[in-house]
């Protein structure tokens, strides 16, 4: 971000990973003799502990020589999509604080069980390479309109049993969220099969080393799909013009992912399309069976007729959905 001030914040939620990594954090700060980062928590108001447990990470904070601000998600909260609802809105919430103060960047405390939790999330859920590749080290804001903000995760390579060691050290109590044991979240029933799957040879480290063999591989891939998508893409007012025969001649991957950042980046979108809606508006482009047009992740994309006639044969234009259609995710054909 330009002109930030260099300060840090950490998020931190009361749970055993994230006031560890506040406790860390802490104490590096005093031995370095640094500014203590800020602390950032947020009353989501999803049960009636919430706004309890907020003060309790603020006297914690205060306990360790750090200033902690509690953030609140007002409002009426959706009976279904609650857990990436409520993600969204922290890291909204978050996100509008940050820029505010120019800090530009966060610390959360996912770890290494975290890291295989989402591994094995997004392989349920049909994701490719970049789903499985997981959780980056340091990585751009995860809701859009916030450009410039970070997102550090320093304790991807720790155990939670470890984090949860150091705090019984140091005597320090945390809290349990009750929506980490309700079965109605995917990532519960994750957790919950964890074990089953240690018992098979698939324990947390082995995935996670897994995610990490992936993100190396999308590392790679990444800078030949920028490659690709210098050849395929030429902006356009309001839209970007897609030579489909440079998108199908590169390799099958390469392509998908050179889709995927189009898609995204017109829609404005920071999470991918799913993989199989995504596969399958590539098959349409490539076979020349898109007809009119489609629309996927918040985007409609179409002949472009006279548009195209100075960059390609046969170009698509891609450009946003109206507002009342980009809740669509489903391609036509």
């Known amino acids: 971000m330009v002109g930030h001030t260099g300060a840090l914040a950490v998020a931190v939620s009361g749970g055993g990973d994230s006031l ?44 360790v020589g750090l200033k902690a601000h509690v953030l609140t998600w007002t409002g009426a909260k959706p009976k279904s999509g ?16 940050l820029a505010k103060r120019k800090i530009a960047a966060l610390l959360v405390g996912h770890t290494l069980d975290d890291q295989a939790e989402t591994f094995l999330l997004r392989l349920a859920r049909g994701s490719g390479l970049d789903g499985l590749a997981a959780m980056r080290a340091v990585a751009p804001w995860p809701v859009p309109g916030f450009a410039g903000l970070a997102l550090a995760r320093p304790l991807l390579g720790f155990r939670r049993e470890a984090l949860r060691a150091h705090l019984k050290s140091l005597q320090q ?10 079965p109605a979240f995917d990532r519960v029933r994750i957790r919950g099969a964890m074990a089953a799957l240690a018992r098979a040879g698939l324990t947390p480290t082995r995935i ?5 063999h992936l993100a190396r591989a999308r590392e790679s891939l990444e800078i030949v799909t920028e490659a690709v998508l210098v050849r395929a893409v030429r902006a356009g007012t309001g839209g970007v013009l897609l030579d489909p025969a440079v998108l199908a001649a590169a390799p ?11 898609l995204m980046a017109v829609s404005g ?8 809606s995504l ?7 490539g076979s020349g069976t898109l007809g009119a047009g489609a629309t996927l992740h918040g985007c409609h994309i179409s002949p472009a007729a006279r548009l195209g006639k100075d960059f390609a044969p046969g ?10 259609k980009t809740g669509s995710s489903t391609g036509k054909g």
């Open 82 to 97: 609650i857990e990436a609802a409520a993600r969204e809105a922290r890291y909204r919430l978050m996100g509008e604080w």
């Open 20 to 63: 560890a990594l506040m406790h860390l954090l802490a104490g590096l700060a005093q031995a370095r003799g640094t500014a203590p980062p800020l602390v950032l928590t947020v009353d989501h108001g999803l049960h009636k502990s919430s706004g309890k447990n907020a003060r309790q990470v603020t006297l914690w904070a205060k306990q």
């Open 315 to 324: 170009a698509l234009w891609l450009a946003p959905e109206s507002p009342r």
């Open 269 to 276: 979108q920071s999470y991918r399309p799913r993989f199989e």
């Open 208 to 212: 996670a080393a897994a995610a990490a």
């Open 173 to 182: 109590p945390w809290l349990e969220d009750p929506m980490n044991q309700d």
């Open 279 to 285: 596969e399958r508006l590539f098959d349409q482009i």
């Open 252 to 262: 099958r991957e390469v392509g998908l992912r050179a889709l995927a950042a189009v």
